[in-house]
């Protein structure tokens, strides 16, 4: 499967910490060696600090390790914090009465 990550949009959901994007995208960060989601609360890097996985098994593989603060190894298995306020309505809308 060729799932390319379009790192314009991947960087943007970064800088506005997008939970829409956590279980679509991991930033790791070269500087540090730590990888992060979209919605981690820790400041951002530089842009040409960063380069885009698809999740953290790849960023794993890579080299890095996971961020302790936004711990992006469990996106996906908590699923209803993607309902919080912010997320956008596609998901949500569906099961909230
Ligand atoms: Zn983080």
Sequence with gaps: MDNKIDEELAW?????R????????IGAVTTTGIYCKPSCPARRPKREH????LDGGAAREAGYR????????EV?????ERCAPAAPRSICRRTSP
């Design 12 to 16: 943007a959901a970064f800088e506005r």
């Design 18 to 25: 997008d939970r829409s994007w956590d279980d679509r995208v």
């Design 50 to 53: 960063v380069e885009f996985f």
């Design 66 to 73: 996971p961020c302790l603060r936004c711990r992006p190894d």
């Design 76 to 80: 996906g298995r908590r699923m209803p």
